[in-house]
């Protein structure tokens, strides 16, 4: 049996940031919950107000226009699209294609910016209350990663980690 203790997923500085970001989403999945929105995802409502405010718009345009990876918007719009919350539109030529909202989705993007400005201030009110604010430290990690990127500190860890090698 393998010893337990040498396994290197039992620290993790990261796991306290995700598990509070799905904490927080969960939060805010009650919110829909209460308000009768169902079969929503709060990590959905960025694509679905900016498809709001900016029209239907191909997979990457709402990739860019989001700052994600085609790839990974393509998939989320499947989800949302299985969900009934946007569709496929045909594009400006035969060969694209658009995301639009649906009516269901059409019928809650008040609500959702309501949310969306509700988080923001509740985010905002919260920050106020910590000592060295979340916004702050990523700034900050921001301005350590232009001096220096992830990408090259983690490759001169490995450099000298000989299981690497």
């Known amino acids: 049996m393998a010893d337990p203790s040498s396994d290197p997923t039992q620290q993790s500085l990261w796991r306290p940031l995700r598990l509070l970001q799905a904490s927080l989403d969960a939060e805010i999945g ?7 929105i169902e079969g929503l995802k709060p990590t959905w ?4 107000l900016r498809l709001h405010a900016l029209g239907p718009m191909t997979i ?19 989800a949302m699209r299985e969900a009934g919350w946007v569709r496929t539109v045909s594009g400006d030529d035969a060969r694209t294609k658009k995301v639009a909202l649906t009516e269901q989705a059409r019928a ?7 949310e969306w400005r509700a988080t923001e ?7 106020a209350e910590l000592p060295y604010p979340l916004s702050r430290v990523v700034t900050d990690i921001e301005r ?12 001169e860890l490995l450099a000298e980690d000989p299981e690497w090698h």
Not at 30 to 36: G, H, L, N, S, V
Not at 121 to 127: D, K, N
Request: hydrophobic fraction near 50%; proline fraction near 0%.
């Open 30 to 36: 009650r919110i829909y919950a209460e308000a009768r």
């Open 45 to 48: 409502v960025l694509e679905l």
């Open 60 to 78: 990457t345009e709402l990739a860019d226009s989001v700052g994600r990876t085609h790839s990974a918007l393509s998939q989320k719009v499947a």
């Open 108 to 114: 809650v993007t008040g609500r959702l910016a309501a």
């Open 121 to 127: 201030a509740a985010l905002a009110g919260l920050e």
């Open 144 to 155: 350590a990663l232009e001096r220096r990127s992830f990408h090259d500190r983690i490759a």
